[in-house]
């Protein structure tokens, strides 16, 4: 099996150990929620008979707009099957706390809830894998990812030796490209300089997509540097795609294909200056305001959002954790992402202060705080974490 197959199916099974973790938390709060309006003795029976099948219950009646007649009749026959169903849990042994039908009813409907949940929760927990198996398939993924960077790297380290190899028809194309580049180089060229510049790119992109198939460009770089040519690229990769505006990034999804869009919601968004009233205005004075442009606001809205509010967008949770030591990813795993996160840091390889743990600590710094142009004016006491 391929290393990279091999990687995803453990990948996945981790995958599903985290919905399952996540499934069982879920439960848990129904199971608390049904036991607090529940007897003691009733959650106690109900634990002890996980492999019985109860009868569902009757729903529960709803009020209909109807004659007062029928309204009364309706009462009466709602009373009877209530009756009726509970006679058939006689044989059950249920221990009731309360003595009317009504109430015994609406107490079965959380214990049947109850016992389902508790089910559901057993099932759950028969397919967790057994911790140590759990972190030899992690320390396993963390390997496997670590060699498949060292091989990365050694293809680089390869291509400039590849990208050397160019015939005699590439090479004097490449060097007319070069220069040119040099020659119109800058913003100052004028609409002849940047005709030239587009026309010699132009003709030079076979030849630089074919030795050059990656580009690492900035959103407002992109423009000048590549040509305007629709699906360009194969892929377009925006990373920090939650701190970047839409606008400044369309210019890239026009030049590719298929577009991934990386990016954390819980980061801050993109700063701008552009104020609501002047926003307002533009989208007035260009007839754009109207239903659903809330989507692709300038001030509001950055590329992230708007590829995750995409119908039928596929997404993938990048989970592993390759930085931070586990007492500081603990804090805002929990606090930003629900436990989701896998912590995969090698704590070897880092190297906190002298005398201290990888970790977050404090250090208290007595002084005078200087003011600046955007800083703090006032005088006091600094501090500092690291």
């Not at 509001?300 to 990048?318: D, E, K, R, Y």
Request: contains cysteine; charged residues 20%.
């Amino acid at each position: 099996m391929p290393e990279h197959q091999r990687l995803t199916e453990i990948e996945s099974r981790l995958q599903r150990q985290a919905d399952l973790a996540e499934q069982i938390g879920e439960v848990e709060v129904q199971i608390e929620d049904s036991e607090g309006t529940l007897a003691a003795v009733q959650v106690e029976w109900a634990r002890q008979r996980l492999a019985l099948a109860l009868p569902t219950p009757p729903p529960p009646a709803t009020a209909r707009p109807v004659l007062p007649v029928f309204a009364a009749l309706s009462r009466w026959l709602h009373r009877q099957r209530a009756r009726l169903f509970l006679r058939r849990l006689t044989l059950l042994g249920i221990p009731w706390a309360v003595d009317d039908d009504e109430r015994r009813l609406a107490s079965y409907r959380q214990l049947h809830r109850c016992q389902q949940a508790l089910i559901a929760l057993e099932a759950a927990k028969c397919q967790l894998l057994a911790v140590a198996e759990a972190a030899a398939l992690t320390d396993d993924l963390a390997q496997g990812h670590r060699g498949l960077a060292d091989q990365a790297a050694q293809v680089f380290q390869q291509l400039p030796q590849a990208l050397e190899d160019l015939n005699d028809d590439a090479r004097p194309q490449l060097a007319e490209l070069t220069g040119a580049m040099a020659l119109f180089a800058g913003d100052a060229l004028g609409e002849q300089g940047n005709q030239e510049r587009r026309r010699v790119i132009g003709c030079a992109l076979p030849l630089l997509l074919h030795h050059m198939p990656l580009w690492a460009v900035t959103n407002l770089s992109a423009g000048r540097a590549l040509p305007l040519v629709p699906g360009l690229f194969d892929y377009v990769i925006i990373d920090e795609a939650s701190q970047c505006d839409i606008a400044s990034a369309v210019p890239l999804l026009a030049r590719a294909k298929r577009a991934v869009i990386v990016g954390d919601p819980a980061q801050l968004r993109h700063v701008t200056k552009l104020s609501q009233e002047r926003e307002l205005h533009l989208l007035e004075s260009n007839g754009l305001l109207a239903a659903g442009i809330g989507r692709w606001s300038y001030r509001s809205q950055s590329l992230f959002s708007l590829a995750a509010g995409v119908p039928g967008v596929a997404t993938h949770l990048l989970r592993d954790h390759y930085r931070s030591a586990g007492a500081i990813v603990d804090y805002y795993n929990e606090a930003f992402y629900g436990g989701r996160l896998r912590v995969l840091t090698d704590e070897t390889q880092l190297h906190p202060p002298p005398g201290l743990k990888p970790g977050i600590h404090w250090t208290d710094v007595r002084g005078t705080i200087l003011g600046a142009a955007s800083g703090c004016p006032r005088s006091g006491r600094g501090q500092r974490h690291h």
